[in-house]
């Protein structure tokens, strides 16, 4: 009889446990469900600033929402965030450059994406993918049930780009028109909300740029790595100081005003130039470096998916751009205590302190460029304050955790209360 009772309490105990189990799987199937649902928006698939925005934020909303990006142009962000378990739907149709058939296909499919997945929250970045998906956006809207909340993360504009000046106007229509369909816009620095104008200024939020603090770098192990790849490309036989970029090779980047500026010093045997990315310009900026001759000193090394690693090897770090709204790779050097020379131009300013954490030379002046460079090249002991000092400013003020909190209060905050 005792034998029987223990094995009735012994079956009531297990039942017990497995009701206590499945309703725990319950509620925690039933919290994943009640999950909110964010696609994040991209035209490339590309590893710069605005891809490197996407994948921080997907990753980390992941945590408390449900994540699926969507990217137009394949490359190096597609593949990252497939590594870190993120849904990632490819959109080929979405492409940068105007194509009126193909842009109203990347219409059509980001509207059926919007449809079948009904996200709470649609947050798109760069300029295609910003305009295409706010218009898909309010289409969804018309007859979707619970509204989707619209947003735009502005990583520069268009219409600062060289071009015709009537296409930059067309250019600035469409990104005005981008900004009022959003229910809110991210400017990544203050300058960028500044060139919009000030009839939309209450649409705008500025929340910069952040970045995930790491470990310093071994410089030492970071110069090993970039000496063999740059000598496997170009054999100098000399140890010169070496000047870095990273950056997609791209007119706006302005590599070219860098081998402009760094001409007499590249000649003259005080240095040599690396370039790390890669891009349409690459064949051109080549021939360029020939025709100023100094190819002997110039070497591009192309996609180096560790380019953040190897930064630490560079004596001094370019970045000649002429156009930027508030570029990572500033961040990235800074967490690697490079000493910066950069241009004047977007949000630059606000992350580069002259004199404190870096050098600027005004945009396209080939002349203040190679002076600054001079200025570093003779004074190591400023190299490495000025290092320093873009360290502790990036530690403090650009965060990857306070560029997720401000996104966060504009995601709860456009739940609440709603779109335009």
Request: proline letters at 2%.
């Amino acid at each position: 009889m005792a034998s029987l009772r223990h094995l009735y309490y012994n079956k009531s105990a297990k039942n017990l446990v497995r009701i206590i189990i499945d309703t725990a799987q319950w509620r925690t199937a039933t919290m994943v469900e009640k999950r909110k649902k964010i696609i994040y928006l991209i035209t490339k698939s590309s590893w710069g600033g605005a891809g490197r925005y996407v994948f921080d934020l997907a990753v980390t909303a992941s945590n408390e929402y449900s994540v699926i990006v969507v990217t137009g142009e394949g490359g190096e962000l597609g593949a990252r965030l497939h590594t870190a378990g993120i849904t990632t739907i490819h959109e080929d149709k979405l492409g940068r450059d105007v194509a009126i058939i193909r842009d109203l296909a990347a219409f059509l499919s980001i509207y059926f994406i919007l449809r079948k997945e009904k996200p709470d929250i649609l947050h798109t970045n760069s300029s295609k993918a910003g305009v295409t998906g706010v218009l898909a956006g309010r289409m969804y809207n018309l007859t979707a049930k619970n509204k989707v909340k619209i947003i735009f993360t502005a990583h520069g504009w268009a219409f600062n780009e060289d071009r015709a000046i009537h296409t930059r106007l067309f250019f600035k229509f469409l990104q005005w028109l981008t900004v009022f369909l959003s229910t809110k816009t991210i400017a990544v620095s203050e300058k960028t909300a500044r060139d919009i104008g000030k009839y939309l200024s209450k649409k705008i939020a500025v929340i910069h740029n952040g970045i995930g603090s790491d470990q310093a770098s071994n410089r030492d192990d970071a110069r090993k790595k970039l000496l063999a790849l740059t000598r496997a490309v170009n054999p100098i036989e000399r140890n010169l100081p070496i000047i870095g970029t990273v950056a997609e090779l791209h007119k706006n980047k302005g590599i070219d005003i860098a081998l402009f500026g760094l001409k007499e010093i590249i000649k003259s045997g005080l240095a040599e130039y690396v370039v790390i990315g890669q891009g349409e310009e690459r064949a051109k900026l080549k021939n360029l470096s020939e025709t100023l001759g100094i190819s002997h000193g110039v070497t591009f090394l192309g996609f180096q998916r560790e380019a953040s690693e190897l930064m630490a090897g560079f004596d001094i770090f370019l970045l000649p751009s002429r156009t930027e709204a508030f570029p990572y790779v500033l961040l990235e050097a800074g967490l690697k205590k490079c000493a910066v020379i950069a241009s004047d131009v977007g949000g630059i300013p606000e992350i580069i302190s002259a004199g404190f954490s870096g050098l600027i030379f005004r945009k396209g002046d080939v002349a203040n460029l190679a002076s600054s460079v001079s200025e570093l090249l003779q004074n190591p002991d400023k190299r490495q304050r000025l290092g320093a000092g873009l360290n502790e400013k990036v530690l403090t003020t650009f965060s990857l955790e306070n560029m997720w909190r401000e996104t966060n209060k504009i995601y709860v905050a456009q739940e609440t209360k709603g779109g335009i």
